[in-house]
C-alpha cells in the first residue's frame, strides 16, 4: 500500500469556485502534513503544512487535517487560472512521502 | 525565506559522459539535503538523504555508484550522474531542511537530458 494516496484528476472546477483537493496516507505515525504546488516543468513549492487536527487557513487556501479518519485536505476558495497546476501531499514519517499528485485546471 | 539555488536548471549531455548537479543553500544552514527524481507525468521519488559530513543514505533501486552524492558543508550538496544514459533523463531536484525548520525548500530542478 502506498504512504500517501492522492486522486490523480483531472479536477476541473471555474474561476470563483472552490476546488476540493483530497490525501489519505496509510501511517498513522505521521506527524507533519504539507501541500506543495507544481508548475509544469517547474520545482515544488510549499503552500501550506499542518501539524494539528482541525482547519487551519491562510489566504484562500484551508488545509484541514483528520487524523482518526487519516485524511488531509486542501480547499481553495475564489479558485483562479493561476492556481491550475499540480498539487503534491506530502506526509513525514521518518522521511517525506509524496503522493502523486492533483492536476487541477481553474476554466476562466 | 529560505532559498535553494540549484543549477545548472537545464543540461544535455552525451551518453557515457558525467553531470554535476550542484544545491546552495543561500540563508540557511542545511543539516539534511534530499534529492529527488521525476519522471514525466510522475510525482517525485526520493533518490537519496544526504546529511552533512556523512555518507548518502540511498532508496532501493537507487545505484549509489552511479549517483554520486557528496554534502561537504552545510550549504552546499551535489550529485554527480556517472556514465549517464537516456533512461537518466529526468528532472533532478534537491531538498533542504534547515535546522529547526519546518517543511522543506525545494530547489528549482535540473532538467537532464541524456542524448
Known amino acids: 500500500q502506498k504512504e500517501v494516496e492522492q486522486n490523480s484528476g483531472p479536477l476541473s472546477v471555474p474561476e470563483g469556485a472552490i476546488a476540493s483537493l483530497n490525501c489519505t496516507y496509510s501511517d498513522r505515525g505521521s506527524q507533519s502534513f504539507f501541500w506543495y504546488r507544481q508548475y509544469s516543468g517547474k520545482s515544488p513549492e510549499l503552500i501550506m503544512f499542518i501539524y494539528s487536527n482541525g482547519d487551519k487557513e491562510d489566504g484562500r487556501f484551508t488545509a484541514q487535517l483528520n487524523k482518526a479518519s487519516q485524511y488531509v485536505s486542501l480547499l481553495i476558495r475564489d479558485s483562479q487560472p493561476s492556481d491550475s497546476a499540480t498539487y503534491l501531499c506530502a506526509v513525514t514519517v521518518n522521511q517525506f512521502y509524496f503522493g502523486t499528485g492533483t492536476s487541477l485546471t481553474v476554466i476562466p | 525565506g529560505a532559498v535553494v539555488s540549484q543549477h545548472p536548471s537545464r543540461v544535455i549531455c552525451k551518453s557515457g559522459t558525467s553531470v554535476k548537479i550542484e544545491c546552495r543553500s543561500l540563508?540557511?544552514?542545511?543539516?539534511?539535503m534530499f534529492w529527488y527524481r521525476q519522471f514525466p507525468k510522475q510525482s517525485l521519488m526520493l533518490m537519496a538523504t544526504s546529511n552533512e559530513g556523512s555518507k548518502a543514505t540511498y532508496e532501493q533501486g537507487v545505484e549509489k555508484d552511479k549517483f554520486l552524492i557528496n554534502h561537504a558543508s552545510l550549504t552546499l550538496s551535489t550529485l554527480t550522474v556517472t556514465s549517464a544514459h537516456p533512461e537518466d533523463s529526468s528532472f533532478y531536484i534537491c531538498?533542504?531542511?534547515?535546522?529547526?525548520?519546518?517543511?522543506?525548500?525545494f530547489g528549482s530542478g535540473t532538467r537532464l537530458t541524456v542524448v
Open positions: 531538498s533542504a531542511k534547515g535546522q529547526g525548520s519546518y517543511g522543506y525548500t
Open positions: 540563508d540557511f544552514q542545511a543539516t539534511t
